[in-house]
């Protein structure tokens, strides 16, 4: 199954909980993975809670270009049972 963003919001810090298309939901902790040129400027918390799910990428996505992918966001999440 190719997975995809449906649902995502932002919690609290850099945790955003997401839902796939499988019907999987849970909350992913980016922090660690804010680094470089284009996820570096996501440190700043505005800029970081300005994502949206793009209906074409079917993912998370940021005004500056940065994108995550479904599967690497899926590895990540903590499933809330």
């Not at 919690?11 to 796939?20: A, G, K, P, R």
């Not at 074409?56 to 990540?76: H, R, S």
């Amino acid at each position: 199954m190719i997975l995809h963003v449906k649902k995502a919001k932002y919690l609290h810090d850099y945790v955003i909980w997401l839902q796939f298309n499988d019907g999987a939901e849970g909350e992913v902790d980016l922090a660690c993975e804010l680094e470089g040129e284009i996820f570096g400027v996501l440190k700043d918390i505005e800029n970081f809670k300005s994502f949206k799910v793009d209906p074409v990428l079917q993912t998370i996505v940021w005004e500056n270009g940065a994108d995550l992918a479904p599967e690497f966001l899926y590895e990540k999440m903590r499933v809330l049972v």
